[in-house]
C-alpha cells in the first residue's frame, strides 16, 4: 500500500490509498461515508444492484485495523445508508471481530437507525466531536461557525483531471483546505461529486491504489 | 369472390356516395384481410393508408354479421391500433368514428394513452370499444392490469401505424413483445383469426420490417404496395454568387432574405432546421429582419410547452400561419393541408428523413410536395444534387431492428408480473418467437428470470431481494408497492435530465436541460420558444425566469443535436463528387459550384470514387492531415482516432482530433509521419479489433448507453410525481451503477447489452468495416496544398467550434478569412462556455 504522509495543523495525517486517514497523534482510524447497507436497500426495493459490497467494504475495514492497529474509529457521518436491513445485521457479526475497539460515529445525514439500534452494534452516536485541535463533523459547511479546523466526510468529493484530446476522468480525492479537510466516501457504491479547489489548497487523488498530490 | 361479399359491397357503395374510389392498393390489403392473410402496407403518407386496414376489417366484420351488422353494439375490442404518436391519436381517432357512423355501425372507437383521463380508462375497462387507438407504452400498461386477457376475446386484428418509426427502436421491441403475448392469447384461448398488420412508409428494408413485425410467422406474410409516386419538387436556393456562400457554418441565416420570397409566394411554409437552437435563432432572425411576420409566424420543437405546440398545430390546421420554424417536431403526425411548401435549412444527413419532411406539404393525393434547400454552407450543395438522385432512385435508409434488448425483456417480464403472473415456459416460446429475441439461449433467458427474482445472485440468507416471487414454474409479483412503481417506468424512451420554465408571475414556457441551466447565473439572459428570458433562480426542478430586454441571449444548446450523414446519403455525395470533376454534372447545385471545385481541383485535388483523399497542410497551428471518406461523424471519430493511434504506436506524437460529416482531421505540432508506403497499412483491416479496443474509450462509450438501460430495466429509480424526496435513498447514477456493475458483477447481461450498443449505434463497427474494405481497393491520393481548401475548411473551423469560446471563435474565424479572402458564415454559433463533465462544487 502506498500510503503518503501529510503534515497539516501540526499533526501527522497518514493518507490510505483505501480512503481513509490514519491519525498518528491520536492513532485513530477516521473514515466518512461508508453507506454500509446501501446495496441491501436498493435489493430490497427491487433493484437488482450486486449484493457483495458490504462484504468487500468491511473486508477492506478490517484490513486498515489490522494493519495500523488503531485505537478507536472516527466516522465522519453516513455509516449507514438507510433503515435497517440485513445488511447490518452482517456488520453486527463482523463488529465482533474488534469489540475492544471503540467506533465513534459522528452522524451524518444518512444515520438515521434508532439509538438502541447503535447500541447494540457498539457505535457512539455524537453530532460532532472534538480531539485536540481538531473539530470534527459530517457536512463541514454547518460546522464553520465554531471557528475550528474541520474534517468532514459529505461531499464524496472528486477533481476532474483532463488531458489531451478532450478525454477527462474524475478520481476521488483527500481535500485539504484552509478552514476544514473532506475525506473522500469509502464506500464502494457511492459516487462522486467534483470540486473545484482553490490554488494553495491541498488535493490529493487516489489512482491506481497509490495517493498522489495534486496540489 | 371477395369482392361480391356483402361487407365489399357495402363499403363500396359507401365510398361511392361519398364520390370516392379506393385506390388499387386498398383494394388489394382488403382482399390479403379477408383472404385471413397478415402483413404489411406500404405506402405514402396521404393516401388512405388507414383506410386501406380499417374499411377491410370493417368489411369482415359485415361479412360475419350480413344482417345485423348496423344493430350489434357492445361487441368487444375487434381492432387494437398501434400508432407512435398520441397526437396522431385524436384525428385518427375522429376520422375511424366518421366511417363507422355513416356506416351506421354501433362501434365505439376509443383512444387510450398517456393523456386518456381515469374516468374513461376505467369506462373502457367496463366495455372495451370495438377500435382502440393505442400507444406502445400504454399497451404495455394493458398487459399490466389483472385479468388483462379478456381485454383480448373477439380480437380480430392489430394494426401498427408509423411501424418504419418504432422499428429500430426500443419502443418496436416493446411492440413485438405486446404481439407475441396477444396473438398466442387470443389464437389458443379463443381461436379467432388474429392477424396482424403494419403500415410503413419506404425503407430500405422493407422485407426485414415484415419479419420484425410478424416474428415466427413472417413466412405467411405479405406486403402491399402503393405504387404511388408522390412527386417531389427539390429546388436549392442558391446565391447570387456561390463565393457569398461561407465555405463554413451550420446556421444559414445568411440566406434568409432568399427565403423570405418563397415563402410570401406559398400558403404556408415549414421551415426545418436540424437543431432547436437553430429553430430559436432563425425565428428570431426573422422577426428581427422582417417585423411584419409578428404574428404570422411561429415556433415549434420538442422543448416547448406542449400547450403552445398544440396551439401552432391547430393553427397550421386552419392556415391561420404563414411560416412555422420547426425541428424534427413536426417529421411526423397529422397532415397539415395548408401546408404547401417546406424549407430545409442545411443538410438533413439522411434521405427517408428529408422524404419525410417533403412530403409534409402537398399532402392531398396527387398534389406535388415542394421543398427548398437552403444550404448553410457552399458544400451543402452537393447534398442536395445527392438527395435528388437518392429520391429518384428509391435509395432510402434502412432502419436496423433491435436485437436481444434485455432491458426491455426485463420489463416486460415485470410487466406480466403486476397482472396475473406468468409461466416461464410458455413466455420463453412467446419471446423467442419475436425477431429481437429470437437468438436469445436459455442461459440467456435464465439470467433474466433470475435477475427479477433473485436479483442475479444465488440465494443466500442475508439477501432481501425481492420482485419477482417464483412458485415452481410461475412468476408474480406480490408486492403492491412495487407493481405502483413499475407502471410509472413502463417506457422506452429516456429523457434527459429537463427543467420546466416558468415565468416567476405564472405561466409556463418550456423545458431545457438541467445542464444547460448549471451553467447560467441569475441574472443572464437565454432565448426560448421566440422568449427571451432572465434566469432568477431554480426552485422545486423549475427554473424561474422574468421578461428580459437584454439585446444578446444565449441559445440553449439541447445535447443530441448533431445527426450524423446516413451510409445512402454519404454514397451518393462521392458519387455527386465524381460527376462533378469529371465534368458532366447536370445538377444546377453542382454547376453552381464549378468555381469551388475549381479551387479545389487546383489546390489539392477532388477524388474520384474510387479514391481516398488525404490532404497534408502546414499552417501556424501545426501539422494538419486531412482525410475524407464521406462516412459520417461517427464513423470518423472512431476512424481518427484508429488512425492516430496506429501512427503513434511507431512514432511518438500526439495530435488533437476534428471531424465532421465529410472528413476529419489530425492535428499535431510535429510532422505527421504518413506517405505512400505506409498509408495503406494505417487504414487496414488486420488486427482491427484489437486496435479499436486500444485507440477508442469504448468503456465510456458503453457508460454512457447504460443509462437509457438502467432506466429501461427498472434499476433507476426515478420516485413517484410529486413525491420525490421521500425515496431519496434509492437514488443513484447510472454512471454509478455501471461502475458496480462492472466490478461486482461483471457478467450482467445488461453490461453487455451497452457494450453492443456502444459497437452498434456509437462506433458504427459494420459501417467502419465496410469503409476500412473499400479503401482497400481504392487509390489513396496524397497532396499537399499550400494552403486550406475548401474541403478541410469547415473541419478546421468546426474544431475550433468545440475547443473555444465564442469570442475567441470569431477572432479566429477572422484571421482564418482573411488568409483565404473568403466570408464564412455570418453568425457563428455561440457555445456558451466550454463543457465539463458536471458542474464542480464551489467549496467554501
Known sequence: ???????????????????????????????????????????????????????????????????????????????????????????????????????????????????????????????????????????????????????????????????MGKQSMRLPCFYFGKKYAVLPAFGKFTGLASVAPEPQESVFVIADQQVLQWQ | MVQT???????????????????????????????????????PTGYGKTFSLFLAVII???????????????????????????????????????????????????????????????????????????????????????????????????????????????????????????????????????????????????????????????????????????????????????????????????????????????????????????????YQEILRRYPDYAGAIALHHGSLDMELRIWVEDALHTGRLKAVVCTSSLDLGVDFRPVDTVIQVGSPKGVARFLQRAGRSGHQPGAVSKIFFLPTHSLELVEAAALKEAMEENFIESRPP?????????????????????????????????????????????????????????????????????????????????????????????????????????????????????????????????????????????????????????????????????????????????????????????????????LQAHLSHIPSAKELLIEKINTKDGHHLFVYPFEGRLVHQVMAALLAFRISMHHPITFSIAMNDYGFELLSDQPIPLNDDNVKALFSLQDLNTDLQRSINATEMARRKFRDIAVIAGLIFQGYPGRNKTNRHLQSSASLLFNVFRDYDPQSLLLRQAYNEAYFYQIEEARLRDMLGRIENHSIVITQPERLTPFCFPIKVDSLRENLTSEKLSDRIKKLQQQNFRPVDDKPSKPAKPTRAGTPRKLL
Not at chain 1, 497523534?25 to 453507506?35: F, R, T, Y
Not at chain 1, 453530532?127 to 463541514?140: M, P, S
Not at chain 2, 454519404?570 to 454547376?591: C, V, Y
Open chain 2, 60 to 282: 369482415a366484420w359485415i361479412n360475419e354479421h350480413p344482417n345485423d351488422f348496423q344493430r350489434t353494439a357492445k361487441n368487444g375490442l375487434q381492432l387494437l391500433w398501434i400508432t407512435p404518436l398520441r397526437a396522431l391519436a385524436k384525428d385518427l381517432g375522429r376520422a375511424m368514428q366518421e366511417v363507422v357512423d355513416e356506416l351506421g355501425l354501433a362501434w365505439q372507437v376509443g383512444i387510450r394513452n398517456g393523456d386518456t383521463p381515469t374516468s374513461m380508462r376505467t369506462a373502457q375497462k367496463k366495455q372495451m370499444p370495438e377500435v382502440l387507438i393505442i400507444t406502445p407504452e400504454s399497451l404495455h400498461l394493458l398487459l399490466g392490469q389483472k385479468h388483462y386477457p379478456s381485454v383480448f376475446t373477439h380480437l380480430q386484428c392489430v394494426v401498427t401505424d408509423e411501424w418504419h418509426e418504432l422499428l429500430g427502436t426500443k419502443r418496436g421491441v416493446m411492440v413485438e413483445l405486446a404481439l407475441s403475448r396477444i396473438k398466442n392469447l387470443v389464437r389458443n384461448n379463443w381461436s379467432n383469426d388474429l392477424r396482424i398488420w403494419g403500415i410503413s412508409a419506404t425503407i430500405g428494408n422493407l422485407e426485414e420490417a415484415l419479419e420484425v413485425l410478424l416474428g415466427h410467422d413472417a413466412a405467411h406474410g405479405v406486403i402491399v404496395r402503393a405504387l404511388i409516386n408522390k412527386e417531389i419538387a427539390l429546388k436549392s436556393i442558391l446565391p447570387d454568387g456561390i463565393e457569398e456562400l461561407p465555405w463554413a457554418g451550420h446556421l444559414g441565416i445568411r440566406l434568409l432574405d432568399k427565403a423570405i420570397p418563397i415563402i410570401e409566394q406559398s400558403r404556408t411554409t415549414l421551415i426545418f432546421t436540424n437543431t432547436r437552437s437553430q429553430a430559436e435563432i432563425w
Open chain 1, 1 to 163: 500500500m502506498d500510503d503518503l504522509i501529510f503534515h497539516h495543523r501540526s499533526q501527522h495525517w497518514v493518507l490510505s490509498p483505501h480512503k481513509a486517514i490514519y491519525w498518528q497523534e491520536e492513532q485513530a482510524l477516521i473514515v466518512s461515508d461508508l453507506h454500509l447497507g446501501k446495496s441491501a436497500h436498493f435489493r430490497k426495493a427491487g433493484i437488482a444492484v450486486p449484493a457483495n459490497i458490504v462484504q468487500e467494504d468491511l473486508f477492506c475495514l478490517q484490513k486498515l485495523i489490522t494493519l495500523y492497529q488503531p485505537l478507536r474509529i472516527i466516522i465522519v457521518g453516513d455509516l449507514f445508508h438507510s433503515v435497517a436491513n440485513n445488511d447490518i445485521a452482517y456488520f453486527r457479526l463482523w463488529r465482533q471481530q474488534f469489540a475492544h475497539l471503540a467506533f465513534e460515529l459522528v452522524q451524518g445525514n444518512h444515520d438515521i437507525l434508532r439509538p438502541a439500534l447503535y447500541a447494540e452494534l457498539q457505535v457512539q452516536v455524537h453530532t460532532h466531536l472534538q480531539l485536540r485541535n481538531i473539530y470534527f463533523a459530517h457536512d463541514a459547511e454547518e460546522a464553520l461557525p465554531q471557528k475550528k479546523y474541520v474534517i468532514s466526510g459529505h461531499i464524496h468529493p472528486g477533481v476532474v483531471i483532463s488531458g
Open chain 2, 402 to 598: 433491435v436485437v436481444l434488448a434485455y432491458d426491455v425483456l426485463l420489463q416486460y417480464l415485470m410487466t406480466l408480473g403486476i397482472s396475473d403472473g406468468f409461466y416461464a415456459h410458455q413466455i420463453w416460446q412467446e419471446v423467442t418467437s419475436t425477431f429481437c429475441f429470437q437468438d436469445m439461449t436459455p442461459e440467456d433467458w435464465q439470467w433474466a428470470l433470475s435477475f427479477l427474482t433473485t436479483g442475479g445472485e444465488a440465494l443466500h440468507s442475508y439477501d432481501e431481494f425481492r420482485k419477482l416471487e417464483r412458485n415452481g414454474n410461475f412468476y408474480a409479483c406480490h408486492s403492491r408497492q412495487l407493481a405502483l412503481r413499475h407502471r410509472l417506468h413502463i417506457g422506452a424512451i429516456v429523457s434527459d435530465a429537463m427543467l420546466k420554465v416558468k415565468f416567476i408571475t405564472g405561466g409556463y414556457v418550456g423545458v431545457v436541460e438541467e445542464y444547460f441551466l448549471s451553467r447560467l447565473s441569475p441574472g443572464d439572459a437565454f432565448s426560448l420558444g421566440g422568449h427571451n428570458l432572465e434566469f432568477i433562480m431554480i426552485k422545486d426542478m423549475t427554473a424561474l425566469v422574468r421578461k428580459s430586454h437584454a439585446k444578446k441571449t444565449i441559445v440553449p444548446s439541447w445535447n443530441g443535436g448533431r445527426i450524423p450523414l446516413s451510409a445512402n446519403l454519404g454514397k451518393m455525395l462521392r458519387k455527386k463528387f465524381q460527376e462533378a470533376i469529371a465534368g458532366h454534372a447536370t445538377d444546377p447545385e453542382l454547376i453552381a459550384l464549378q468555381p469551388l471545385f475549381a
Open chain 2, 5 to 43: 361479399t356483402r361487407g365489399w359491397t357495402v363499403v363500396m357503395e359507401w365510398l361511392e356516395a361519398r364520390g370516392q374510389q379506393p385506390f388499387t392498393f386498398q383494394e388489394e390489403a382488403w382482399e390479403q384481410y379477408l383472404l385471413g392473410k397478415s402483413g404489411m402496407v406500404n405506402a
